[in-house]
């Protein structure tokens, strides 16, 4: 057991956004979420989160996590002083505290697993992540001695030319043993470049401190701006995109294509280029989805194509082809070995098995039913301007070409509409209903300046 302290008070000043740090979202969730997500394998007595800066708006995102603790840093006056901000919510604790950054959002929770294992049996009084980066600007630099005992962490800007050239970095990933932790919080000073109370200033205070390396570095990539949201968001994709090929997936020149990595993809599904996977999605085997599409909150079944088209918080079903340019808007359900066709929108409309939507239709607040045929240019006339209408279609109806279907409206099963028809009525079963002027042929006629024939 332990407890947590995410650190997420910080205004994210670097990010130039009225939003706070912590709420941008990286690959569809907030980077807190994605801290709260590398917790997962941990068993936590109290999960503390300091905020301050956009506090409400905070708490409000993270209305659906009832187990967080909100502790408030009134002024951002550095990490040390966000970490003190605990103190008085874990009096008497004698357990460990695990300290996060809340803008280190890429950690797996094997590495924090690894890094409590580590802390609870070295005895230490602290353990902190490492890591080695190619590039650690900006970055806090870790001292050790020869034992790998942390001896000081200094941050960048505090650097001196030569301690600028330690690779060797602060992950904002610590492990206190908590009762020495909380004796040696109040005793921070602010004597450094920011004039901030420093977290990483207690491990001066404090021994055995140990420092673990983490394998991949790219897990501890924290983000201070723009552009290293778009390297997390990267480094994530790739992760994402190798485990759905390790599982039998066909991506058709990864880079083009994102996929959100709350999506499940069954084998032997195609993602062609320019996709996007969004959301809580799930794409089924055999599935054919792009090139050129986005599928967001939606279930699409096995063997199903979508090409060229937008579905979201939809379901299509099995063996049925989409597109290319349809439009799923929301709570549409297709059924199995159905067709919905080019430029066909569907709004809140459910389509039984085997029913072709194939061209230039618009269906709205619709119940279409089995083995209906909607002709091309059908259009359900579902608003009045103030309220949305239903209409009902039953099995085997053909509707003709360019027919409009005012709601509410319910047309039995077995009926033809006569193309070009405006229905109001209701049209019941086994029927033919026509509603369009009749036709007149005037033999013989000219227009009038032109002579009569011979
Ligand atoms: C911090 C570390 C640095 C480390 C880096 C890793 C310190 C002094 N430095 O630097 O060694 O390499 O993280 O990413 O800790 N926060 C508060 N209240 C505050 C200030 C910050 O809650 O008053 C929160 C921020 O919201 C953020 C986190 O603490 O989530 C880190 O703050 P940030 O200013 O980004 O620290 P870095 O300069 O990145
Ligand atoms: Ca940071």
């Given at each position: 057991?332990v407890a947590?302290?995410?650190?997420?008070a910080g205004?994210?000043?670097r990010?130039?956004?009225s939003?706070?740090?912590?709420?941008?979202p990286?690959?569809?969730?907030?980077?807190?979420?994605?801290?709260?997500?590398?917790?997962?394998?941990?068993s936590?007595?109290?999960?503390?989160?300091?905020?301050g800066?956009?506090?409400e708006q905070v708490?409000?995102a993270?209305?659906a996590y009832?187990?967080?603790?909100?502790?408030?840093?009134?002024?951002?006056l550095?990490?040390?002083?966000?970490?003190q901000?605990?103190?008085?919510y874990?009096e008497?604790?004698?357990?460990d505290?695990?300290?996060?950054?809340g803008d280190?959002?890429?950690l797996?929770?094997?590495?924090?697993?690894?890094?409590?294992?580590?802390?609870q049996q070295?005895?230490?009084a602290?353990?902190?992540l490492?890591?080695?980066?190619?590039?650690p600007?900006?970055?806090?630099?870790?001292?050790?001695d020869g034992?790998n005992r942390?001896t000081q962490?200094?941050?960048?800007r505090?650097c001196s030319?030569?301690?600028?050239?330690?690779?060797r970095?602060?992950?904002?990933?610590y492990?206190?043993?908590?009762?020495?932790l909380?004796?040696?919080l109040?005793?921070?000073?602010?004597?450094?470049d920011?004039?901030e109370?420093?977290l990483?200033?207690?491990v001066l205070l404090?021994?055995?401190?140990?420092?673990?390396d983490v394998e991949?570095?790219?897990e501890?990539?924290g983000?201070?701006?723009?552009?290293?949201?778009?390297?997390?968001h990267?480094v994530?994709q790739q992760?994402?995109?190798?485990?759905?090929m390790?599982?039998?997936?066909?991506?058709?020149?990864?880079?083009?294509?994102?996929?959100?990595?709350?999506?499940?993809?069954h084998?032997?599904?195609?993602i062609?280029?320019q996709?996007h996977l969004?959301?809580?999605?799930?794409?089924?085997?055999?599935?054919?989805?792009?090139p050129g599409?986005l599928?967001?909150?939606?279930?699409?079944?096995d063997q199903?194509?979508?090409?060229y088209?937008?579905v979201?918080?939809?379901?299509v079903?099995a063996?049925?082809?989409v597109?290319p340019?349809?439009?799923l808007?929301g709570?549409v359900t297709?059924?199995?070995?159905?067709r919905?066709?080019?430029f066909?929108?569907?709004?809140a409309?459910t389509?039984g098995?085997r029913?072709?939507?194939a061209h230039?239709?618009?269906?709205g607040n619709?119940?279409?039913?089995?083995?209906?045929?909607?002709?091309?240019?059908?259009?359900t006339?579902?608003?009045?301007g103030y309220?949305k209408h239903?209409t009902?279609i039953?099995d085997r109806?053909?509707?003709g070409?360019?027919s409009v279907?005012?709601?509410?409206?319910t047309i039995?099963?077995?009926?033809t509409?006569a193309a070009?028809?405006?229905?109001?009525q209701?049209?019941?079963?086994d029927?033919?209903?026509?509603?369009?002027a009749?036709?007149?042929?005037?033999?013989?006629?000219?227009?009038?300046?032109l002579p009569?024939?011979?």
């Amino acid at each position: 057991m332990v407890a947590v302290a995410i650190l997420a008070a910080g205004r994210g000043t670097r990010m130039k956004s009225s939003l706070p740090k912590v709420l941008h979202p990286l690959g569809g969730r907030t980077l807190l979420e994605r801290v709260l997500d590398s917790l997962q394998n941990l068993s936590v007595d109290h999960c503390l989160v300091v905020v301050g800066y956009g506090a409400e708006q905070v708490q409000q995102a993270m209305a659906a996590y009832p187990h967080l603790t909100f502790v408030e840093q009134r002024q951002q006056l550095g990490t040390g002083h966000a970490a003190q901000q605990v103190l008085p919510y874990l009096e008497n604790y004698e357990g460990d505290l695990l300290v996060l950054n809340g803008d280190v959002p890429l950690l797996r929770p094997e590495t924090l697993n690894q890094l409590i294992t580590t802390h609870q049996q070295q005895g230490n009084a602290a353990t902190l992540l490492t890591a080695q980066l190619p590039n650690p600007k900006g970055y806090g630099r870790v001292f050790c001695d020869g034992s790998n005992r942390v001896t000081q962490i200094v941050e960048d800007r505090d650097c001196s030319t030569a301690q600028k050239q330690n690779q060797r970095i602060n992950a904002g990933v610590y492990c206190f043993r908590w009762p020495v932790l909380a004796e040696v919080l109040p005793k921070l000073q602010t004597n450094n470049d920011q004039q901030e109370y420093y977290l990483t200033d207690t491990v001066l205070l404090m021994q055995p401190v140990m420092a673990v390396d983490v394998e991949d570095y790219q897990e501890i990539l924290g983000i201070n701006d723009r552009l290293q949201l778009a390297n997390a968001h990267g480094v994530l994709q790739q992760r994402v995109k190798e485990q759905w090929m390790r599982l039998g997936v066909t991506l058709i020149d990864p880079d083009s294509i994102t996929i959100d990595d709350q999506v499940q993809i069954h084998p032997d599904a195609v993602i062609e280029p320019q996709t996007h996977l969004r959301g809580i999605s799930t794409i089924g085997a055999g599935c054919r989805i792009g090139p050129g599409t986005l599928i967001e909150n939606s279930t699409i079944h096995d063997q199903t194509t979508v090409l060229y088209s937008v579905v979201t918080d939809s379901t299509v079903g099995a063996g049925s082809r989409v597109g290319p340019y349809s439009h799923l808007r929301g709570e549409v359900t297709v059924g199995d070995r159905c067709r919905i066709g080019n430029f066909v929108e569907l709004k809140a409309t459910t389509v039984g098995d085997r029913t072709n939507v194939a061209h230039l239709t618009y269906l709205g607040n619709a119940t279409v039913g089995a083995h209906v045929n909607v002709g091309a240019g059908t259009i359900t006339a579902n608003y009045d301007g103030y309220q949305k209408h239903p209409t009902v279609i039953g099995d085997r109806t053909k509707t003709g070409s360019n027919s409009v279907l005012v709601a509410p409206l319910t047309i039995g099963t077995d009926v033809t509409i006569a193309a070009g028809s405006v229905i109001t009525q209701d049209v019941p079963s086994d029927s033919l209903a026509i509603a369009r002027a009749q036709q007149t042929v005037k033999p013989g006629w000219r227009p009038k300046q032109l002579p009569p024939q011979a």
